[in-house]
């Protein structure tokens, strides 16, 4: 069965460092997604992307966030200047363009946990 | 503010009950429901999704949404110990928009 597969699965960096989160997404999905879970919390959404361009972005997302799709199968979340509150599970999710049931439903890779010293 | 509201748990069944789970949330928007099971330290996996008021079954898994009085469940059937994990209840407005998370109820499904 497809699956979204992310890297790298732990990711360590000092505060104020720039890092990008890799995703591939299921292969004929459209749509794209970025989240995060702070250890013990809640997921939250960050943004959704398709057709090469951000369709709704959150509060949390802000001018330290990116999103790119650089070539037909990788989809990357870079944070700039990463800040302590940063640490977080970041999971990619896509989902499929077609009709039916099944344009309902984001499916979630394993994430990247992300550690800001 | 959208919000999503679940029993943190934990909550305990003995093997081979009937776990019930529940969920409500505040924009009356919103169009589809969704049921995520999630492992310690692991991503979400969606379980089923509902849109329409009355009850959906999958297998040992119902859910069942009320959009009058904001509410969704989730039945779990015959449970096993395999189950313990949190539940996740989302929401969206529409298909594809982003999905807003409840924090979870923990089930622990005790042999």
């Known amino acids: 069965e497809p699956e979204v597969t992310q890297t790298p699965s732990h990711q360590v960096t000092q505060m104020g460092q720039e890092v990008i989160l890799r995703c591939v997404p299921i292969s004929n999905h459209l749509y794209f997604y970025w989240y995060r879970q702070i250890l013990g919390q809640k997921v939250e959404f960050l943004v959704s992307?398709?057709?090469?361009?951000?369709?709704?972005k959150s509060e949390i997302f802000d001018d330290q966030f990116s999103v790119e799709r650089p070539d037909g199968s990788n989809f990357t979340l870079k944070i700039r200047s990463t800040k302590l509150e940063d640490s977080a599970m970041y999971f990619c999710a896509s989902r499929t363009g077609s009709t039916g049931g099944a344009r309902y439903t984001q499916y979630f890779g394993p994430g990247t946990r992300l550690t800001v010293l | 503010q959208k919000e999503v509201e679940q029993n943190s748990g934990p909550l305990s069944v003995p093997e081979g009950a009937i776990a019930s789970l529940n969920c409500t949330y505040s924009d009356r928007g919103s169009q589809s429901f969704f049921w995520y099971r999630q492992y310690s330290g692991k991503s979400p996996e969606l379980i089923m999704f509902i849109y329409s008021n009355g009850d959906k079954e999958d297998g040992r898994f119902t859910a069942q949404l009320n959009k009058a009085s904001q509410y969704v469940s989730l039945l779990i059937r015959d449970s096993q110990p395999s189950d313990s994990a949190t539940y996740l209840c989302a929401v969206n407005r529409q298909a594809g928009t982003a999905l807003i998370f409840g924090k979870g109820t923990t089930l622990s499904v005790s042999s």
């Open positions: 992307f398709y057709n090469n361009e951000i369709s709704e």
